[in-house]
């Protein structure tokens, strides 16, 4: 008996483990103060780095599920240039062609510069304010407060309305269709509302509210310095990004 329970041991550890993940991301939605001051206890990044595996799980098993039906993930490809941007401001090009695969491989380089840009920036302005957390805890909690509205948000919307749409409707590139106008004025109004309303702006004011929750409660520092911190952390975020891919 006792070598079977021993046996299972490493079993009960990884289920545990991501039932504790999963506490911290359901939470970071539902009550993100407490969820912000858990995260801030733990003496382990790899929360963080779970976390900041799953938007690349997702666009990869995205990719993965157009191509299993037939479909093309690349949807903008009609209005993309060939060759294309990938790099340092459109410095560095690739055929159309070729895009998708360096894509793919470029988005494990930024999950690691998302872990170290934004918790960085927090971790080094909050300094100014008098902050008293850690860098490890600013790990954490921002990269949790970054990835949680992504994946609620961006990534519930891109498999909701990629290949299962797509099938419903007998369209290979529905969102990109519905924000031209091609299935109608009315579908192409509302659709860009949700796109440039929710998808975009809504993912990040959810980012940037519950980022600067996090810093408030972490560093101890007063909203409107832990709102200025995680703004600056932020677009320096996605003004680095933009020199890999555009």
């Not at 894509?103 to 902050?131: E, T, Y």
């Not at 490890?136 to 994946?151: D, G």
Request: glycine letters at 10%; charged letters at 10%.
């Amino acid at each position: 008996m006792s070598t079977i329970l021993t046996e299972n041991l490493p079993q009960q550890k990884t289920a545990g483990t991501f039932r504790r993940f999963f506490h911290f991301f359901g939470g970071m939605i539902v009550r993100p103060g407490t969820t912000v001051e858990e995260l801030a206890q733990e003496r382990t990044i790899h929360w963080a780095l779970l976390a900041a595996c799953l938007p690349i799980l997702q666009v990869w098993g995205n990719i993965l599920l157009h191509a299993a039906f037939g479909q093309d993930w690349l949807g903008t490809r009609g209005i993309l240039p060939d060759p294309t941007f990938v790099g340092a401001y459109g410095q560095w090009q690739v055929k159309l062609a070729d895009w998708l695969p360096v894509f793919a491989a470029l988005l494990p380089l930024l999950g690691v510069l998302g872990l170290l840009i934004v918790p960085g920036i927090g971790q080094l302005m909050s300094k100014i304010w008098g902050g008293k957390a850690s860098f490890e805890q600013m790990v954490n909690v921002l990269t949790f407060a970054v990835v949680v509205p992504n994946i609620v948000i961006n990534g519930a919307s891109e498999w909701l309305f990629g290949v299962p749409i797509d099938l419903l409707t007998g369209h290979h590139y529905w969102w990109v269709a519905a924000m031209n106008g091609e299935l109608g004025q009315p579908t192409g109004i509302i659709w860009n509302i949700f796109v440039f309303g929710i998808y975009l702006f809504g993912s990040y004011a959810w980012t940037v509210w519950l980022g600067s929750l996090a810093i408030r409660r972490v560093q101890r520092i007063p909203l409107w310095t832990a709102i200025l911190t995680m703004l600056a952390a932020f677009l320096v975020s996605q003004f680095v990004t933009a020199t890999f891919v555009r």
